[in-house]
Every structure is written in structure tokens, then in C-alpha cells.
């Protein structure tokens, strides 16, 4: 069995930080990609930041300068650094991960969202 667990959300003002941690546990033989979506009320999911598993990073063009994601491969974890915030950075933050378990095939992973709310 493997989980992704999510921490950080919050309430924050405008201009403020929040920083996110997702890990994975369970039974892993490899955790390749890992990343961040999110979605809007009335939005779609959408890509924030992704890492690879050699750290190669990618960001959605809304978000870039402002966020920067990382990853403790050690500790099978992914942060998400975020500065500046906006109010249009408002949603549900999905962890989201491609693992390869001990037992069984490579499969797409998701955390079970994390509130992120920005006030104006």
C-alpha cells in the first residue's frame, strides 16, 4: 500500500509564503516524478511544478519566479515553496507522484488535497 500525505496549507494573506510537503510511504521500490497540481473553484486541475527524479523542474508560467519546488529523495518527499502569493494562487493543492511499488506496476499517486486560501 502507498499514500502520499500532504502538510502546509493555510489561510495567508497576499504577499505572503507558504511552503508544502508531500510524502510518500508505504511499499515503494522507486518514486520517479513528483509534483503539485491544483484547482479553482469552478477550474480544472491544473499543473503547478513537477520534478523528476533528477531533479529537473518545470513550472506553469503563472507561478514561475514565485514558486520553487524541491524533493528529498531520501525521505521520498516534495516541498513547494511559495512566495508572493496572489489570490488567484487560491485552491486545492494535490500532491501527485509516479511510483514504481514493490509489488506491482509503475502508478500514478495523488495526496488528498491541501487548502491553500489567499486574502486580498
Known amino acids: 500500500q502507498v499514500q502520499l500525505v500532504e502538510s502546509g496549507g493555510g489561510l495567508v494573506q497576499a504577499g505572503g509564503s507558504l511552503r508544502l510537503s508531500c510524502a510518500a510511504s508505504?511499499?515503494?521500490?522507486?518514486?520517479?516524478?513528483m509534483g503539485w497540481y491544483r484547482q479553482a473553484p469552478g477550474k480544472q486541475r491544473e499543473l503547478v511544478a513537477s520534478?523528476?527524479?533528477?531533479?529537473?523542474?518545470n513550472y506553469a508560467d503563472s507561478v514561475k519566479v514565485r514558486f520553487a519546488i524541491s524533493r528529498d529523495n531520501a525521505k521520498n518527499t516534495v516541498y513547494l515553496q511559495m512566495n508572493s502569493l496572489k489570490p488567484e494562487d487560491t485552491g486545492v493543492y494535490y500532491c501527485?507522484?509516479?511510483?514504481?511499488?514493490?509489488?506491482?506496476?509503475?502508478?500514478?499517486?495523488w495526496g488528498q488535497g491541501t487548502q491553500v486560501t489567499v486574502s486580498s
Open positions: 508505504g511499499s515503494i521500490f522507486s518514486v520517479n516524478a
Open positions: 501527485h507522484a509516479d511510483i514504481r511499488p514493490l509489488w506491482g506496476h509503475q502508478t500514478d499517486y
Open positions: 520534478i523528476s527524479s533528477g531533479s529537473s523542474t
